[in-house]
């Protein structure tokens, strides 16, 4: 296996450019999927609490269903910091159509970023494992919950959901395997796109979503 030197680059527009030349010169099957995939989207997400709220009222329901949820979350509680999320009980979440857990969760979150217990500041100076182990040392925040956030909204350029399921269904087509591949197999595969596999998880999610839009057409 390939050795890459770790480096700490934001993945903006130059750096994402930058990193998907190298993959596709890596191999022949990226270069491919970056075909397929045709110019990626702006997914930068703001840093902070919302964010990190947003990441987590998303999981496992349609982009439609979190919306929904989304918008009557902030028509009741207006802009979502810790303080408006405290001032209601986890009841009044869940009737907003949060699930009781997910209302646990992101309420207790807002009560460790007010203790001190999470710092979604300090992190920034924090390597990526020391910056995963921070944000799931948080009830309800889950490995792919802190990789989401980490990627999206530091703009981290190595960092890899490999449990995404998405994730996995695009290396599936990508590299005509015969299964999805599992979370520890496509971190696996993964390491080979060091130190860009930012960039890599960028690029097979927006092959999921082509493959998508194919299967609607």
Same mark, same amino acid.
């Given at each position: 296996?390939?050795?890459?030197?770790?480096?700490?680059?934001?993945?903006?527009?130059?750096?994402?450019?930058?990193? #998907? %030349? =190298? /993959?596709?010169?890596?191999?022949?099957?990226?270069?491919?999927?970056?075909?397929? $995939? !045709?110019? *990626?989207?702006?997914?930068?997400?703001?840093?902070?609490?919302?964010?990190?709220?947003?990441?987590?009222?998303?999981?496992?329901?349609?982009?439609?269903?979190?919306?929904?949820?989304?918008?009557?979350?902030?028509?009741?509680?207006?802009?979502?910091?810790?303080?408006?999320?405290?001032?209601?009980?986890?009841?009044? #979440? %869940? =009737? /907003?159509?949060?699930?009781?857990?997910?209302?646990?969760?992101?309420?207790?979150? $807002? !009560?460790? *970023?007010?203790?001190?217990?999470?710092?979604?500041?300090?992190?920034?100076?924090?390597?990526?494992?020391?910056?995963?182990?921070?944000?799931?040392?948080?009830?309800?925040?889950?490995?792919?919950?802190?990789?989401?956030?980490?990627?999206?909204?530091?703009?981290?350029?190595?960092?890899?959901?490999?449990?995404?399921?998405?994730?996995?269904?695009?290396?599936?087509?990508?590299?005509?395997?015969?299964?999805?591949?599992?979370?520890?197999? *496509?971190?696996?595969?993964?390491?080979?796109?060091?130190?860009?596999?930012?960039?890599?998880?960028?690029?097979?999610?927006?092959?999921?979503?082509?493959?998508?839009?194919?299967?609607?057409?």
């Amino acid at each position: 296996m390939a050795k890459h030197p770790a480096i700490s680059v934001t993945l903006d527009d130059a750096a994402l450019a930058k990193a #998907l %030349r =190298a /993959l596709s010169r890596r191999d022949k099957r990226l270069a491919q999927a970056i075909r397929f $995939a !045709g110019p *990626l989207p702006e997914r930068s997400l703001s840093r902070g609490f919302a964010t990190l709220a947003k990441i987590i009222v998303e999981q496992q329901l349609s982009l439609a269903a979190a919306a929904a949820i989304q918008a009557r979350l902030e028509a009741e509680i207006g802009v979502v910091t810790p303080d408006t999320v405290l001032s209601r009980d986890v009841a009044h #979440l %869940r =009737a /907003l159509g949060l699930g009781a857990r997910k209302a646990e969760y992101i309420q207790g979150i $807002a !009560g460790a *970023l007010q203790t001190g217990d999470l710092d979604l500041v300090r992190i920034r100076q924090l390597s990526d494992a020391e910056a995963i182990t921070h944000l799931t040392a948080i009830r309800g925040i889950g490995p792919w919950t802190a990789e989401v956030y980490l990627l999206f909204a530091e703009g981290r350029s190595d960092i890899f959901p490999a449990g995404d399921i998405a994730l996995q269904a695009a290396a599936q087509f990508s590299f005509d395997l015969p299964g999805r591949p599992g979370t520890d197999a *496509l971190r696996e595969m993964a390491e080979d796109w060091r130190p860009w596999r930012g960039a890599a998880a960028r690029l097979l999610w927006h092959v999921y979503r082509r493959l998508k839009e194919q299967n609607r057409s």
